[in-house]
């Protein structure tokens, strides 16, 4: 079964409110990625988290990886209408098995 | 650069029919993976390769076939094609196990 999860499945949020979406891993992790799909499309990498404690930034994305490296967020702020989609973490434990979340689908209401 | 193609794109299947699943990359990368998609499921693992010639069992083994003769290609291949298989199935690919994947655009699987 998964080893990630992944909450909340559904975010709705209103165009120009802030959403966070969380991973959790029962196993330490020597990386986590996230993956980004829009409907009807492909998931898409968007970044690569390998250090406890680490923040990533990308324009209105802040990525964060856990001190004990177990946990991530992605912190969205001022949600537009072209960050629908849905969002998957992706952990690797020391094994390099890379275990997918379930995913947070995000809608916004305009 | 093409990246990871997979063929084709949506097909229908009679239960019991077999078939086969073509993915091919181009960028010269050891790992390659098959995942299917169903809502609420994430991205489950079918099947993977570390490289040519080597393949192994991931998450969902069941009712799948693989072989990597080829850095390039890693077809999946429906023995006899289920239901429960109506999924969206995705290729993928990447330098190493457990780095960044690039996924091919997916081939949407119905049986009937």
């Known amino acids: 079964g998964q080893q990630v999860m992944q909450i909340p499945q559904y975010q709705h949020v209103q165009e120009g409110e802030d959403f966070t979406t969380y991973c959790n891993s029962s196993?330490?992790?020597?990386?986590i990625q996230w993956y980004k799909q829009r409907p009807g499309g492909h998931p898409v990498f968007l970044i690569q988290?390998?250090?406890?404690?680490e923040v990533k930034k990308q324009k209105r994305l802040t990525f964060q990886f856990g001190e004990a490296k177990k946990n991530s967020s992605l912190h969205i702020t001022a949600t537009q209408t072209t960050d629908v989609g849905t969002y998957f973490c992706a952990g690797a434990p020391n094994d390099y098995k890379l275990s997918f979340g379930a995913g947070t689908t995000v809608t916004v209401r305009a | 650069n093409a990246g990871v193609t997979q063929t084709p794109k949506f097909q229908v299947l009679k239960t019991g029919q077999s078939m086969t699943l073509q993915c091919a990359q181009d960028m010269n990368h050891e790992y390659m993976s098959w995942y299917r998609q169903d809502p609420g499921m994430g991205l489950r693992l079918i099947h993977y390769?570390?490289?040519?010639?080597?393949?192994d069992q991931g998450e969902v083994p069941n009712g799948y076939n693989v072989s990597r003769s080829t850095t390039e290609d890693f077809p999946l291949r429906l023995l006899s094609a289920a239901p429960s298989q109506t999924s969206v199935y995705f290729c993928?690919?990447?330098?190493?196990?457990?780095?960044?994947?690039?996924f091919g655009e997916g081939s949407w699987l119905t049986v009937v």
């Open positions: 196993t330490t992790l020597s990386n």
């Open positions: 988290l390998v250090k406890s404690g």
């Open positions: 390769s570390v490289g040519a010639g080597i393949t």
């Open positions: 993928a690919s990447s330098t190493h196990r457990g780095n960044t994947i690039y």
